[in-house]
């Protein structure tokens, strides 16, 4: 984002583009704590299969290898949701608000260009909260469907191993 010219916007104008960064950037942060809520809990079900998998296959029933491998690539692609490292909070840094940048300006022009910079700062937030959100659906995604997958494939390997059972 380019530098906001405070000169060609009012106080009110900026305070109004300041309520909705506001806005979104609280919108996006929620829509990343729910995906990795979910990613918690699609978790929480795909180490069970781990574990029920491991348990069969240590009685020697082999056929549960594959919802044992389907789960391990799972976890793999879901353990970046679980504890996001990258996401960016709102607001400025002190930092960047006792800059001596602000020196030269004075009462309203001050507000103008604080607010500025906090605009700039929520934009830059939510751009790379942005992209972290769609890789983070993303992983969620390829996680549920190779966990979809392998349950397709026990249940082949399942029925291909009830047909051959059955007595001709």
């Known amino acids: 984002m380019e530098q906001i010219k405070t000169k060609k916007h009012t106080k009110f104008t900026l305070e109004l583009i300041f309520s909705e960064a506001d806005k979104m950037a609280t919108h996006i942060l929620d829509s990343i704590s729910e995906n990795r809520n979910k990613s918690f809990l699609l978790f929480a079900f795909i180490t069970s299969i781990l574990s029920f998998?491991?348990?069969k296959i240590t009685e020697h029933n082999y056929s549960y290898s594959v919802l044992l491998a389907g789960s391990i690539?799972?976890?793999?692609?879901?353990?970046?949701?679980?504890?996001?490292?990258?996401?960016?909070?709102?607001?400025?840094?002190?930092?960047?608000?006792?800059?001596?940048?602000?020196?030269?300006?004075?009462?309203?022009?001050?507000?103008k260009e604080y607010l500025a910079t906090q605009i700039e700062s929520y934009?830059?937030?939510?751009?790379?909260?942005?992209?972290?959100?769609?890789?983070?659906?993303?992983?969620?995604?390829?996680?549920?469907?190779?966990?979809?997958?392998?349950?397709?494939?026990?249940?082949?390997?399942?029925?291909?191993?009830?047909?051959?059972?059955?007595p001709t």
């Open 53 to 55: 998998s491991f348990l």
């Open 73 to 111: 690539i799972s976890l793999w692609f879901l353990r970046k949701n679980l504890f996001p490292q990258t996401i960016s909070f709102t607001g400025a840094l002190p930092e960047n608000m006792f800059n001596s940048y602000f020196d030269s300006f004075k009462k309203e022009k001050l507000e």
């Open 123 to 166: 934009n830059s937030a939510m751009n790379n909260n942005r992209v972290q959100m769609s890789k983070m659906v993303s992983r969620f995604k390829i996680s549920a469907i190779i966990t979809l997958v392998s349950f397709f494939l026990f249940g082949f390997v399942f029925l291909f191993g009830l047909i051959e059972s059955v």
